[in-house]
């Protein structure tokens, strides 16, 4: 580092630049998911979802030159294998974690096979907001470039808990998750529900995946996603389905994730590859601490299979 | 849909009529109804009294348009109409309240009562719902907490809240499945006296599927009976007795066993419990601080009203909960619910809900039948290989002795009723001729015959010198079979007495917490 004015000051604030982009597709996987949970279903083919998206979006971006096009035509896969889940799941006898784990290696085995002419060509990014420009110090100013899509992500978590409170919609996909006798009770169709709530979860999901390859790390590859749709899944349980919560959880996962980074950026590369298991070493600290063989999780969704 | 604020207040247009004529009902093989007709009077409080699969609960699932019956005409007011969905029975002022409650726990009671209207403004106005709803309550005779979770309620208070929505939801003719099962009996008097001044007032028609006849002499006017999906009679109250009454639903005097109770001075301590304190599956403590003797030769019953901590206790005696604080001794010696103990102290478990608890329910009535004793000799000579043919034998006797009504030893354990899983479970618990019976709720949903069968194989158990613990929910139970009744209120004890000497009123009492 040339100009050493920020030294230790670095970590932190690349910590911060960090838990912004690397929180944003957590942000809108995990709240994808949260919807998806509390209409009583789970989707853990979200990480399909989002490299599904990531491709679609890179795609497109590069054919018409719009990376917005792109991020619309990714939510519209997502909304697609969210769709598809749903369906699926709704056949009798099938159980929605295995049809999951069938549509994450579907979704992302299908992206790789369609991605391969993306693979060099450079796709126009998204842009960012500038926050940073009363500062003259660069690391500051490119620490405060805030994408467009983490605050999309912000303003869709409080809207997303306002609905789920206040809204007939949002009543009505709880009751769907807390109680399927009480919604059938009310004349409400639990499959149409959580068709509608697993779509969009899933469309979430995709504008997630194209946040990926249209501007962090923005480009397409098949190493894009290391699991993050898998974990987004983790922080959805750990956030106890509250659409806030998963916000700051993404937060934190987000910042935990930029620690190798930001500690490279400022000469400590010993263990780079140690800090960088530093959200997943997060994800099963989380787990072990929350949960139990003898305590059901409190807010767990009362349909939900995997906690009851 | 409706504006945001102009929800009509409550108002009862007054008791309906309601006539079922000639209902069949049939699922593959078994008539559950066969030409079942009922006339249920405007602002009639009328029985439904019947053993389990009499066809009670298919009768009003059939009028609340749960099922659609194969035949059968439904007249309102005299006035015939057509159910084919819940619905339109809801339309037409037909609501139900369940033995297991309908409100969904993880929300508030305003919330519950805000979802179940028939039209939900697009955005909620919950200052406005609040002060509807607040606003009702004052002209109700009970009220319950708004802001409440349903969770967090108790037993009386939900069946409360359960007859309150469809107060709320203007509905004029209730049906009630065995509404007061999970009460204690002043929660039920207060309950039913509620509701019996609404008929009076001719606000209600009510039809209660119920099983205690004190409720029914105290408060229904007329009793329809049905006994295996056929219509016995209807008749007022006034004209039965219980001897009648039960004669009508068995269908023949009940040569019931009268339960032989050797006198026998209890012997020395088998089971002492001290302390102990056990969390429940949300981590709050189910059972606080209790200290409990029960001695060779005595059932010790714990009277109460269900989710006062005796499932948390029983999970702890059988192993399946760990305690918090506090200890178990068996023998006097100390006990963790392992296995190795539990052969060694010789303690037999006969748990709730049996099929879930106590078995494997895709295994074989032989398999599930030698759970106990699978590694020992004679079905395992060395405690590695297993021997098929033992165990078929033993299982082919349990079954014989306990007259459990299977199509053979290797039918899975899920195919057999409620009563034959129980009768299963209780043959291969009771076989090790045990030295502690740890028993809950043995007779829930069995009818007259089952239960009584059950009940003398845990006094025949006391009466050679095994220790019993009882937890049941069922009082008469309680008061018929055991010779200590304890009671369990918020996880604590909050009565002993000697069952000989117990007042049933200072038992209701405890169980309310009072």
């Not at chain 1, 009480?182 to 946040?211: D, E, H, K, M, Q």
């Not at chain 1, 509250?242 to 937060?251: G, I, K, M, Q």
């Given at each position: 580092m040339a100009?050493g004015?920020?030294?230790i000051?670095g970590?932190p604030?690349a910590?911060l ?5 690397v929180?944003?597709?957590f942000?809108?996987v ?7 949970e ?10 399909g979802t ?8 890179y ?8 990376p917005?096009?792109?991020?619309l ?6 909304l697609l ?6 369906g ?6 099938v159980n929605?974690?295995a049809?999951g784990i ?8 299908l992206?790789?096979?369609?991605g ?5 060509p450079?796709?126009?990014n998204?842009?960012?907001i500038?926050?940073g420009w009363?500062s003259?110090?660069?690391q ?5 470039q805030?994408?467009?899509?983490f ?11 306002w ?13 769907a998750g807390?109680?399927?006798?009480a ?18 979860g899933?469309a979430?999901a ?9 501007y ?11 699991g ?8 959805v349980?750990?956030a106890?389905?509250?659409?806030v919560?998963c ?6 996962f ?10 490279q950026?400022?000469?400590?590369t010993?263990g780079?590859y ?7 070493v997060?994800?099963?600290a989380?787990?072990?601490?929350t ?10 969704p ?7 | 849909?409706t ?9 009862h247009d007054?008791?309906?009529s309601l ?27 009328h ?6 699969g009499?066809?009670k609960?298919t ?12 035949e059968?005409?439904?007249?309102l ?5 057509a ?14 309240v ?11 009671v305003l919330?519950n ?8 403004p697009?955005v909620i106005?919950?200052a406005?719902?609040r002060r509807?709803l607040?606003?009702?309550f004052?002209t109700?005779?009970?009220?319950v907490p ?12 939900k ?6 929505r ?11 499945d065995?509404?007061?099962?999970v009460?204690t009996?002043d929660e ?6 509620t509701?019996?001044a609404?008929?009076q ?8 599927i119920t ?18 999906g056929?219509?016995?009679?209807t ?7 219980n ?5 009508m639903?068995v269908?023949?005097?009940e040569?019931?066993v ?19 304190s ?15 003797e ?7 019953g ?25 200890r178990m ?9 392992t296995?190795?103990?539990?052969v060694?102290?010789k303690i037999a478990c006969l ?6 608890n ?5 295994m ?6 030698a759970?106990r ?7 395992s ?5 297993l021997?098929?043919a033992?165990?078929?034998d033993?299982a082919?006797?349990?079954i014989?002795?306990y ?5 053979g030893p ?7 009723s ?6 299963a479970?209780?043959a291969?618990e ?15 949903g069995?009818?007259f ?10 006094v025949?158990a006391r009466n050679?010198?095994a220790a ?5 929910e ?13 009671v369990?209120?918020?996880g ?8 000989n ?14």
């Amino acid at each position: 580092m040339a100009d050493g004015g920020l030294g230790i000051w670095g970590v932190p604030l690349a910590m911060l630049a960090g838990a912004i982009r690397v929180s944003t597709p957590f942000i809108f996987v995990s709240i994808g998911e949260c919807l998806t949970e509390r209409s009583g279903r789970i989707n853990l083919g979200l990480e399909g979802t989002l490299v599904m998206g990531a491709m679609s979006a890179y795609g497109v971006a590069l054919g018409t030159d719009s990376p917005w096009l792109g991020v619309l035509v990714a939510a519209g896969v997502g909304l697609l294998m969210g769709a598809l889940h749903a369906g699926i799941c709704q056949l009798p006898r099938v159980n929605d974690i295995a049809t999951g784990i069938g549509l994450m290696l579907f979704g992302t085995g299908l992206a790789f096979f369609l991605g391969k002419p993306f693979i060099q060509p450079k796709a126009p990014n998204l842009g960012a907001i500038d926050l940073g420009w009363w500062s003259d110090i660069p690391q500051v100013r490119q620490a405060l470039q805030v994408n467009y899509l983490f605050v999309l992500g912000i303003v869709l978590a409080f809207a997303l808990a306002w609905a789920l409170q206040n809204t007939r919609w949002g009543m009505i996909v709880r009751l769907a998750g807390e109680s399927v006798d009480a919604a059938l009770a009310i004349g409400v169709s639990v499959g149409r529900v959580r068709l509608i709530a697993t779509s969009i979860g899933g469309a979430f999901a995709g504008i997630g995946g194209a946040f990926l390859s249209l501007y962090y790390p923005g480009s397409w590859n098949e190493g894009l996603s290391s699991g993050q749709g898998l974990m987004a899944v983790a922080l959805v349980i750990f956030a106890r389905w509250d659409p806030v919560r998963c916000l700051w959880a993404s937060l934190l996962f987000g910042a935990a994730g930029a620690i190798s980074p930001a500690l490279q950026s400022i000469g400590v590369t010993q263990g780079y590859y140690l800090f960088s298991a530093a959200p997943y070493v997060l994800t099963l600290a989380l787990m072990i601490a929350t949960c139990s063989p003898e305590r059901s999780l409190r807010g767990a969704p009362g349909e939900l299979g995997a906690v009851k | 849909m409706t504006v945001i604020g102009a929800a009509p207040l409550p108002r009862h247009d007054g008791a309906p009529s309601l006539e079922l004529v000639g209902f069949s009902k049939r699922f593959g093989a078994l008539a559950a109804l066969d030409d079942v007709s009922v006339k249920v009077n405007a602002g009639a409080f009328h029985a439904l009294l019947g053993e389990n699969g009499a066809g009670k609960s298919t009768l009003v699932k059939c009028a609340m348009g749960y099922y659609a019956a194969d035949e059968g005409q439904i007249l309102l007011n005299g006035r015939e109409v057509a159910i084919t969905h819940p619905r339109q029975a809801h339309e037409l002022g037909l609501g139900m309240v369940y033995q297991h409650f309908t409100l969904v726990p993880n929300m508030t009671v305003l919330e519950n009562f805000v979802l179940s209207r028939d039209h939900l403004p697009a955005v909620i106005d919950w200052a406005g719902e609040r002060r509807r709803l607040r606003d009702y309550f004052a002209t109700t005779p009970f009220a319950v907490p708004l802001d409440t979770p349903v969770a967090d309620l108790a037993a009386g208070q939900k069946q409360k809240a359960e007859i309150l929505r469809q107060l709320y939801l203007k509905r004029n003719l209730l049906i009630l499945d065995e509404p007061t099962s999970v009460l204690t009996p002043d929660e039920a008097d207060e309950v039913l006296s509620t509701l019996k001044a609404l008929t009076q007032a001719r606000q209600l028609t009510i039809v209660t599927i119920t099983h205690k006849f004190r409720e029914v002499n105290a408060f229904c006017d007329t009793v329809t009976v049905l006994r295996r999906g056929q219509l016995v009679d209807t008749r007022p109250t006034r004209d039965l007795d219980n001897d009648t009454m039960a004669e009508m639903m068995v269908g023949r005097r009940e040569n019931r066993v009268v339960v032989e109770r050797e006198t026998r001075a209890p012997g020395a301590a088998v089971l002492s419990i001290e302390g102990l304190s056990v969390a429940d599956h949300v981590g709050q403590l189910a059972v606080e601080e209790l200290s409990l003797e029960i001695r060779a030769g005595e059932i010790v019953g714990v009277a109460g009203v269900s989710g006062n901590g005796q499932r948390e206790l029983v999970e702890t005696l059988a192993g399946q909960r760990h305690a918090e604080a506090g200890r178990m001794l068996v023998h006097g010696e100390p006990y963790a619910a392992t296995r190795a103990e539990m052969v060694r102290h010789k303690i037999a478990c006969l748990p709730e809900e049996p099929l879930r608890n106590a078995c494997v329910a895709d295994m074989s009535v032989a398999e599930n039948m030698a759970l106990r004793a699978f590694d020992q000799p004679p079905a395992s000579p060395d405690g590695v290989r297993l021997k098929r043919a033992p165990m078929r034998d033993t299982a082919l006797r349990l079954i014989e002795a306990y007259r459990v009504k299977t199509p053979g030893p290797n039918a899975p354990i899920r195919a057999l009723s409620g009563g034959n899983v129980q009768r299963a479970v209780l043959a291969r618990e009771l076989s090790s001729d045990g030295d502690l019976l740890i028993v809950a709720n043995p007779c829930f949903g069995l009818d007259f015959a089952a239960a009584a069968e059950i009940r003398t194989r845990i006094v025949q158990a006391r009466n050679r010198g095994a220790a019993i613990l009882l937890v049941s929910e069922d009082l008469d139970e309680i008061l018929q079979l055991s010779d200590r009744i304890v009671v369990m209120f918020d996880g604590k004890l909050a009565l002993q007495a000697d069952a000989n000497r117990a007042d049933v009123g200072a038992i209701g009492r405890a169980m309310a917490g009072h």
